[in-house]
């Protein structure tokens, strides 16, 4: 019997015992193909040397020195890596490193408000997000969080926040919309948001560029983004880009926001900074926002043991320089590419699969009961987990999103392969999962 506590409450988990490039090893010898990278999280697989040996080489001189009191090389070398490859704005300013998403987007909560606070703008503390995003278990991330049914046991506890629709335009795009209209509508729910909860008190607007886990590799529509962008600067809200899930490198650019032409004042990443050999996320702050604090109070108000380890950055920075070295972006790129059209060969007239999308290599189906209409299935019938389930007893894992019971959104498979993938790799992924719908769904043709 377990004695960890997540495993006895929740379900059987194998022991995985080992890794080998993109396949994790259980005890039993079983060799699974990782599609998903845990959520999004390996991008590098499971034995990357240069990772493994960056945190042997800095384990044998500094594991940890408190940051109260210190600094350490590999924490500048990535706070100074990661700024100066920011998108344009938001680069220039500082980092800050933490032990995961849930912290990050805590620490930029924090920040936004220690922002106004110094300006003489005590009045903004309030936050507006998206439904149907996630970002994070702990009490503030999942405030701003629109994942329903994460948010539900601990509703009372949570801070009051605002939430406008997210940028889905398989559910929310209505006929005859061209996507330059979806894109403002949109967007300007963001202003009516704003203007309804007083200007003066809304002190961020937080969205993932490409909604993650709880929707499913969702990117928004063509220039969405830019008029968030106004909309902030019209008010003096902030924008925090959150991502922990969609950043380094996933959605094909090492920040996914560069591809929508605009910049965060606060930009949040974790999971493919430490690709699973540690655990790390980091915070970026632009100039403004650094410069605010450092005219007012001079000190930032938040802060945890664990910041900037130095095993954790010097991870981090041998992750950064492999995806550079071994040019794992033009991969991503080419290896995104034939993933997309071996999942449209598959599934493009599949009757239970309404929507494929994806950028890079984070891409996801949509399983619904009925195209027409995308009508979605009872959440109850766990359709997106049984086809989990069929394709991991074929010896491939993939990351499956249950649909919400508000109805926000449908079930989804999400697909985050390494990127260090190969075109077998790619094939077989697409070819497993269409095994797996047809098993776990039936509508086989
Ligand atoms: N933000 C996003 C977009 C995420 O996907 C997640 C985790 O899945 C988080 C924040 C929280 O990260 P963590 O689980 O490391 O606390």
């Known amino acids: 019997m377990s004695d960890i506590l997540h495993r006895v409450l929740s379900g059987e ?29 390996s991008c590098l697989g499971h034995s990357a040397d240069a990772v493994r040996q960056a945190i042997r080489d800095q384990v044998d001189h500094l594991a940890f020195a408190h940051t109260g009191a210190f600094t350490s090389d590999p924490a500048e070398a990535l706070a100074t890596r990661l ?52 970002h ?32 889905y335009a398989y559910r929310l795009r209505e006929p005859g919309e061209s996507e330059a209209e979806f894109a403002l509508r949109m967007a300007d729910q963001l202003d009516t948001a704003i203007v309804a909860m007083g200007a003066g008190t809304v002190a961020a ?25 106004e909309i902030c600067d019209r008010h003096g809200v902030l924008f925090i880009a959150d991502e922990v899930m ?42 403004d ?39 794992l972006l033009s991969n991503v790129g080419r290896m995104g590419e034939r993933l997309r059209t071996r999942l449209v060969e598959r599934f493009d ?14 891409w996801s189906i949509e399983l619904v009961a009925d195209r027409d209409g995308a009508v979605t299935f009872d959440p109850g019938l766990a359709v997106a987990p049984r086809t989990a389930a069929e394709a991991m007893a074929r010896g491939v894992m993939f990351y499956p999103g249950q649909g919400s019971a508000d109805g926000v959104n449908g079930d989804h498979v999400l697909i985050a392969p390494s990127y260090t993938s190969t075109e077998e790799e790619i094939d077989r992924i697409a070819f497993t999962l269409g095994e797996a719908v047809d098993v776990a769904i039936g509508g086989a043709h």
């Open 83 to 134: 700024v100066s490859r920011a998108p344009e704005g938001t680069g220039a300013g500082k980092a800050m490193f933490v032990g995961s998403g849930s912290e990050a987007m805590e620490a930029a909560l924090k920040l936004a408000r220690q922002y106004h606070v110094e300006r003489g703008e005590p009045d903004r503390a309030r936050f507006i997000s998206r439904r149907g995003s996630y």
């Open 246 to 287: 969609c950043g380094m490198g996933r959605t094909g650019t090492l920040f996914a926001l560069e591809q929508e032409g605009v910049h965060a004042d606060i930009v949040t990443i974790a999971k493919g900074l430490g690709a699973g050999y540690m655990p790390i996320a980091g915070v970026i702050a632009s100039e």
């Open 349 to 362: 007239n599949h009757p239970h699969v309404g929507d494929i999308r994806g950028r890079g290599l984070f």
């Open 289 to 327: 926002v650094v410069g605010a604090i450092a005219k007012g109070s001079g000190r930032l108000w938040n802060g945890h043991t664990y910041m900037g380890h130095a095993l954790a950055t010097a991870a981090a920075l041998a992750v950064l320089d492999t995806i550079e070295k071994d040019e």
């Open 136 to 167: 994070g278990n702990t009490l503030g991330a999942l405030a701003v969080g629109g994942h329903a049914g994460r948010r539900a046991p601990y509703a009372p506890m949570l801070m009051d926040v605002g939430q406008i629709d997210p940028c």
């Open 13 to 41: 988990r194998s022991t995985a015992v080992a890794g080998d490039g993109n396949m994790l090893i259980m005890a039993d010898g079983r060799r699974l193909l990782d599609a998903c990278g845990g959520a999004a999280v």
């Open 205 to 229: 607007f937080i969205a993932e560029p490409v909604v993650g886990a709880t929707l499913g590799t969702v990117a928004a529509a063509e220039g969405y983004f830019r008029r968030i962008r």
